[in-house]
Every structure is written in C-alpha cells, then in structure tokens.
C-alpha cells in the first residue's frame, strides 16, 4: 500500500533518487534517468473507451472523513497527516515483533476477506470503506491508510484503469468491473498490509486472466524469497511472468518495509533489476506488483492520490506481508486456502555460493 508517489508530488521522490553508499562501483545505482527509461518506451495506440470490455473509471464523489475513536491506540500521523522520520536500512524483526506483525497481519487478512464479500454490482467503494473503518474499531485496531500523509479514507479501492491509491467515492461497482482492495491495520502499534485484486459480476476473459496472472505474479515472487538470496529475485520473477503472459509491469508502485512503521526500507522493485540488496532473516516487507494488460503511462488525479492510467489499461494487484526466514520465508497475510503459511525454500541456486564469497556488499543491520 502507498508504493512510491513519484508523478505529481515529491514526498517520495527521495525514495527513487536515494542510493546507498556503495562499495562495488560496478553495482547499479538508482538514478532518476535510470527510472525515466521505464517511460520513454513507444506509446500504444489511443484507446477508444466505448470499445473497452469495462467502464472506465474516474473518481467521483468523496464522503467526509469518518470519526474514530480516541481510545484506540493509533499511529504517530493519525492527527498531523505526517509519518515519522523513515529509517534508513532495514529493521530486523525480533521474535516479539514477529509475534506481533503475525497478529496485525492475520487481523488484515480477516477484513480483507470481509471486504472482498462486499465487491459485488450496485456496492459504492465507499460502502466497502464503511465496513473495513468499522472492523477495524471493533478490532481495536487502527485503519493504517487514515490520513497517512492525508489520505482521506481507510482503505484503499482501485477500480479497472485505477492503477493505485484509489479513494473510495460514491460510484457504484458495475458488472464487469475489477476492484482492488488494499487493507492495512495499526494493530498494538504494528502494521499488516495486505491487498487482492476481486471480479466483479460478469468480467470478460482478458480481465480474468490478468487478475490470474497478477496473482502468479505475487506468489511466485514469494517462492523465491529466503535468508541470503538477492532482493532482484522478486522483480525478475514478476517481469518475467507478466512478459510472457503479454502484460507488464509499472515500474513506479514498489513493496516497502513494514512493521512499527508503516513504510520502511527495504524498498521492494517489482521489475527486472540487478541491484545488490540482500534479504536478510528478520526482514518483513511486502511485495505487491502492479500488473498491466497493456504499457501505458501513470497519471496522477488532482486528489494529489488516485493514479490512473493515461491510455485506459486495466490493472491488477496483489499484495503480501512477508517475513524472511533462516529457510524460507513465512507469509504473515496468508489467507486459510493459501499453501505458503510458511515454506520453506530448498531451492538452491548455483550463483549463491560464489556470490556469498564476493559479496562485498549488503545492508548495515
């Protein structure tokens, strides 16, 4: 949730320039000509949108924002709008952060799930907000979107050609639509994060396939994760399924870190890369790849949050919390139909020995 917000406004601009200091020169650093390169690539031919399987999507009316309780314990942004200082590296979890973060991850599924129900023709996303602020006050928990650096909304609706951070408005969902609902909780001052992308009625089969893609996308990134391996695994596993299904990735929307703070390193690239970052045990982040039917340009709406894309292609996301593990990786937003509560990977891969012995480089812990 809350990826990067590179295209209109600069709160995380900083995010996309920032490079460690790097000991290996050879490394790739990250530059902002070295993103601007995912944006130069031939535009698609302007899309008609009377001829789309779908309705195309732009933000409708917003209601005020809900009260909330003050008894409930809540974030350091709840009242300013404004997070707190971001931590350079990576926060290793301890076994009591990891008890928590299982807790707020498994409270983020249980809404997630509730509003999944909701995703249904003739339900306002707003109606769908109603019920996720609401669950979480029943659960003493806080809606971790809540005026985040002034979201106006406890959860986050993106439909169709919504590619992110849609808020959720008065529009009623429509046969054939997609919806991705993108749930985070303050639980005891931990943040779970989790998000699914749902049908809504009738969706035509290029729709269908991109949610199932999108899907494959997320899980076989997770498959690759475990204690030594290198952060690019993920974003070349997501670009490489979303290529040879036809699709692409937007190279913008990145995982984050997550746990007493809502958004930490280490940053999570869901495209091909090389960069030197290794995963280490005790690292909790997401990954979350935004999945295109078509390349197409990120725009930002003048609520300084919805991102839609400029040429109407369809997206779809989907999104875990995820604890890197001595043998694997424990994912702390599984739902109860989901194979990997907790896996262990015996992949071994023929590259880690060697670069084990020349890894002159990694987070400071």
């Given at each position: ?30 530059t ?23 309705s195309?999507?732009?933000p ?5 924002r ?65 019920l ?7 659960h ?62 009738d ?18 990134a997770?498959?690759?994760?475990c ?40 940053d ?38 919805t991102?839609?894309s ?8 989907f ?40 890894q ?6």
């Amino acid at each position: 949730m809350f990826s990067v917000r590179y295209y209109r406004q600069s709160r995380g601009l900083h995010s996309l320039l920032s490079s460690h200091t790097l000991q290996n020169d050879r490394a790739p650093r990250r530059t902002l000509f070295n993103f601007l390169k995912f944006l130069t690539s031939p535009k698609q031919p302007r899309v008609v949108p009377e001829d789309l399987p779908y309705s195309v999507v732009m933000p409708e009316m917003v209601s005020p924002r809900r009260a909330f309780p003050e008894s409930i314990l809540k974030p350091e942004y709840a009242k300013t709008g404004k997070p707190g200082m971001p931590s350079l590296y990576p926060i290793l979890a301890d076994k009591y952060d990891v008890g928590m973060m299982r807790e707020a991850g498994g409270l983020a599924r249980k809404i997630l799930d509730l509003a999944g129900k909701e995703a249904k023709v003739g339900v306002t996303t707003d109606k769908i907000d109603e019920l996720v602020h609401q669950a979480c006050i029943d659960h003493r928990a806080y809606p971790s979107p809540l005026n985040y650096l002034n979201f106006p909304k406890s959860v986050c609706t993106s439909v169709n050609n919504i590619m992110v951070h849609g808020i959720p408005d008065s529009r009623p969902l429509q046969d054939g639509d997609i919806i991705n609902i993108d749930v985070a909780v303050c639980l005891n001052e931990y943040h779970g994060d989790v998000s699914e992308t749902f049908l809504v009625g009738d969706v035509d089969e290029g729709g269908r396939r991109l949610v199932d893609v999108a899907r494959r996308c997320r899980d076989e990134a997770i498959l690759k994760c475990c204690h030594g391996r290198k952060i690019y695994e993920i974003g070349n596993t997501v670009t490489a399924i979303a290529e040879e299904a036809g699709f692409s990735v937007v190279p913008g929307f990145v995982g984050h870190g997550v746990g007493k703070l809502f958004h930490c390193k280490p940053d999570i690239w869901h495209y091909a890369n090389s960069y030197p970052e290794f995963m280490t045990e005790g690292m909790i982040f997401t990954i979350e790849p935004v999945i295109l039917e078509y390349e197409d340009k990120p725009l930002c709406h003048d609520d300084d949050w919805t991102m839609f894309s400029e040429n109407y292609a369809r997206s779809a996301q989907f999104e875990h919390t995820v604890l890197i593990t001595e043998t694997g990786v424990e994912v702390l937003t599984a739902g109860s139909n989901e194979a990997f509560l907790h896996r262990a990977n015996e992949q071994k891969d023929p590259q880690s020995d060697i670069e084990k012995e020349n890894q002159d480089w990694t987070f400071k812990t």
